[in-house]
């Protein structure tokens, strides 16, 4: 997510520190810092918004030094400003931060508690507060940083820096990525390949739960336990813009890989496995929530997908009335809305200008609005009366993938938390649920190893003038969802519906020429789906069957299977997604179109 460099040499710190941030500005930022050591004490330079604005920080107020520490941010706990901005410092420490520190707001306490006082809003100040504590006592920064590390929950990296040790860093990993480049008499560190490419190719990786010392012509190895670790530097090949991409030919490749982790992010610190409950600390004052006796789900394209997911999930699990509209739609009639409505939007960039229209709608008219945004402080989440963030990190690629996939995650949790506040689901419900949900993560990485049977299908296929998806009841919005991808990236027509419709009309477009793709997951309408898709293969449809359960009975009908892992029902639409992205990623790159800026799309749609 965001941004991280060091460097201990002999050159120019601050201007290397920038280059290599500039590498990453592809991850998207909102704000930007560097500090290095100056004439005996650390100097910080930090700004809201682009590099350009840090170069001109710079070249007003001046730093030198040749060690120190960059980082790009992209906000996730407290809003983007100068102040959260990284490095942060307490006492004589300063330190840049990647993911999340779950315990925060506890080790926050404890920290004033202590008499500890805070300048920003962020999770990363507090892993300053506590290494400044343990150097105060006397440790030196590897002991003060190892004994901190232990006391963080959550997935994070981290790069520290102690005014009294001016030639060394030292760096540590637990779920996000932390690389060491080795130079001639100076040495990097970065959480991208991209930011230090200029320099080196031969790289650490360090991980999880390792730790680095870094000086100009020495790197230390260890673990959080404090065993040394020896480890061979890897030669990397790639060219900068590979780099960029994680080594995937694309950004919407290396995204639907990444989602995994997306999920993980985005669920962590919110599931209270033993207390059978999901903690949303956003939802804190939002009593309106389970008060409220309807829920309208409003977005566009993608979002608008995870919107009939929703509704589903609210009205099964936590049996509240829900509909759902168009963004464009809602904005232009005249809805029915009252406080006893909650208008839910969902957005990946926070700055459609539909859903922020339907925000404002909801809001005139007395209802609440609960925002679901992967950007922090965007348009729409600061209108909110509430909002919950995906935890994806930055989008690149112009399709939505892990948005989308993240956007469910944070549905499922909202069901179960609303449910459980109305007092409609039993602890042993909610139970079940959340142990399938910690699952995911590692179901969805069952699906992505299928890949290559993927890639196989989609090059058969992929002459196709037309594809039909059907899904019946959670997975018809699946079957809508399939469908976008294909045309949005490959420029192929396809049609998702309601498997139950298409004798109602699209059956007339079936022949030999045209795939059809049917999710067929093994739920309460399996067999209803199944007498559809017996209808398209005695017209002589190309099936394409995605499923939990393959059978021999299937293999006779489809042409091709493609199995995904089993899960309860209202996990499946996110295990039957993945092989539809990969299709759709893998059909438009056999057509050769431009994967990550398909013609005529925008990232952010922010024209009516
Ligand atoms: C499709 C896609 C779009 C967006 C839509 C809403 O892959 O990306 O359909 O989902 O433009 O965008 P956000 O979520 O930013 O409001």
Redesign the pocket.
Known sequence: MCGIIGYVGDRDASFILVQGLKRLEYRGYDSAGVATFQDGSIAIRRCLGKLENLERLLREAPISGTVGIGHTRWATHGRPSEQNAHPHRAGKIVVIHNGIIENYLELRAALADRGRTFSSETDTEVISHLIDERVQSGQDLVHATRSVVHELEGSFSIVVMHEDSPDRLVAAKSATPIVIGLGENENFVASDIPAILDHTRRILFLEDGEMAEVTRDRVTLSTFAGDPVAREPRTVAWDPVTAQKGGYRHFLLKEIHEQPQAIIDTMRGRILQEQSDVSLDELAKADWLAQARRMVFV????????CLVGKYFLEHIARIPAEVDY?SEFRSRDPVLDEGTVLVV???????A??LAAVETARERGAKVLAI???VDSS?ARKADAVIYTHAGP?IS????K??TT?LTVLYLLGIYVARRRGVLSEPGAHALIQDLVNLPSHVEQCLKRERAIEKVAKKYGNARDFLYLGRGINFPIAL?GA??LK??SYVHAEGYAAGEMKHGPIALINEEVPVVVLLPKDAVYQKSLSNMKEVESRGGRIIVVTDAPSPELEDIAWEILPVPTSNPCLLPVLLTIPLQLLAYYIADYRGTDVDQPRN?????TVE
């Not at 969902?346 to 459609?352: C, H, P, Y």
């Not at 112009?398 to 993938?401: C, G, I, L, Q």
């Not at 799309?601 to 749609?605: I, Y």
């Open positions: 977005a566009c394209g993608t979002a608008w997908h995870a963004a969902i957005s990946q960039s926070g700055e459609t539909d859903t945004c992967n950007v729409i989008e112009v399709a939505s993938t948005a989308f956007q969802e976008l991808k949005e990236i799309l925008a990232k952010s749609v």
